[in-house]
Nanobody, 114 residues
Framework: VQLQAYGGGLVQAGGSLRLSCAAS????????MRWFRQAPGEEREFVAR???????VYADSVKGRFTIFRDNAKNTLYLHMDSLNPEDTAIYYC?????????WGQGTLVTVSS
């Protein structure tokens, strides 16, 4: 499984941004997909998860502001982020879980200016 996250950039506080994660493979619909992020000097932290059925879970810090969703026809995972604040500045990574293995893509940098 190969993953490529993109869509990061510089945004002002209060703004929105949508990240995408393109995945390889013909079984994308069966993957559990997650977004993580890592801020400068911090450990990587969980952001959101979506399982094949579409059920989602969010970290408390992003609940109500971020939306994770997927388009299985396009083999793509998304993270729509609203009401961004400087604490959301981080490199965002997508991951896929499939048959007990975890796969990671290169991250995309999101910078929120105050």
């Amino acid at each position: 499984v190969q993953l490529q996250a993109y869509g990061g950039g510089l945004v002002q506080a209060g703004g929105s941004l949508r990240l995408s994660c393109a995945a390889s493979g013909r079984t994308f619909s069966r993957y559990t997909m997650r977004w993580f992020r890592q801020a400068p000097g911090e450990e990587r932290e969980f952001v959101a998860r979506i399982i094949p059925s579409g059920s989602v879970v969010y970290a408390d810090s992003v609940k109500g502001r971020f939306t994770i969703f997927r388009d299985n026809a396009k083999n793509t995972l998304y993270l729509h982020m609203d009401s961004l604040n400087p604490e959301d500045t981080a490199i965002y990574y997508c991951s896929a879980s499939w048959r007990g293995d975890d796969y990671w893509g290169q991250g995309t940098l999101v910078t929120v200016s105050s």
